[in-house]
T-cell receptor
Framework: AQSVTQLDSQVPVFEEAPVELRCNYS??????LFWYVQYPNQGLQLLLK??????LVESINGFEAEFNKSQTSFHLRKPSVHISDTAEYFC????????????FGGGTRVLVKP | EAGVAQSPRYKIIEKRQSVAFWCNPI?????LYWYQQILGQGPKLLIQ????????DSQLPKDRFSAERLKGVDSTLKIQPAKLEDSAVYLC?????????????FGPGTRLTVT
């Protein structure tokens, strides 16, 4: 069975500062990896995904995540956050095959302070 | 393109009562998912449908939870009778097909409070 661990439940950060959200997974097979974001009172939205190819993936709003197979990690980073990045971020993993369900981590709440 | 719709958005019931949630997936999406998200935790898959057939319900507490997807479009999730520990947000999601199960679109959720 696969599992996802998000090491930080809350991350306070000042506006324009960098942020890193840590995600580690365990799986005996190859995986797909995802970051979802949940803004207050909204549903989860896919932020970025790693399926194959380049281990560094980027989102349209400045986030990036790097797949590290040896460390079984998929950490999310942003060099300069905005107030609007205040949200909860979920790392998720799926077995690298069709039809396999997403397993989510416990989430990291990011609070951006002015 | 309209997103995944859910209703109601909020529901408060007493323990031992029953409750039902409704979900309308994105048009054309064959695969539908129900998740339970307890406060402070990530979403946990309860049941997954492909059209109107169940693909995975291994984590659905079948003694009190039931779900159906008649005609392969809308779905309802029911809890009967509810317990205090069922207080959570119930999320519905859909994907185009099983082959794209990793690319799911989520609705806003129904927040259930059991008192």
């Amino acid at each position: 069975a696969q599992s996802v661990t998000q090491l930080d439940s809350q991350v306070p950060v000042f506006e324009e500062a960098p942020v890193e959200l840590r995600c580690n997974y365990s799986s005996s097979v190859s995986v797909y990896l995802f970051w979802y974001v949940q803004y207050p009172n909204q549903g989860l939205q896919l932020l970025l995904k790693y399926l194959s190819g380049s281990t560094l993936v980027e989102s349209i709003n400045g986030f990036e995540a790097e797949f590290n197979k040896s460390q079984t990690s998929f950490h999310l980073r942003k060099p300069s956050v905005h107030i609007s990045d205040t949200a909860e971020y979920f790392c998720a993993v799926s077995k690298g095959a069709a039809g396999n369900k997403l397993t989510f981590g416990g989430g990291t709440r990011v609070l951006v302070k002015p | 393109e309209a997103g995944v719709a859910q209703s109601p958005r909020y529901k408060i019931i007493e323990k031992r009562q029953s409750v039902a949630f409704w979900c309308n997936p994105i048009s054309g999406h064959a695969t539908l998912y129900w998740y339970q998200q307890i406060l402070g935790q990530g979403p946990k898959l309860l049941i997954q449908f492909q059209n109107n057939g169940v693909v995975d319900d291994s984590q659905l507490p079948k003694d009190r939870f039931s779900a159906e997807r008649l005609k392969g479009v809308d779905s309802t999730l029911k809890i009967q009778p509810a317990k205090l520990e069922d207080s959570a947000v119930y999320l519905c999601a859909s994907s185009l097909d099983l082959a794209l199960a990793y690319e799911q679109y989520f609705g806003p959720g129904t927040r259930l409070t059991v008192t």
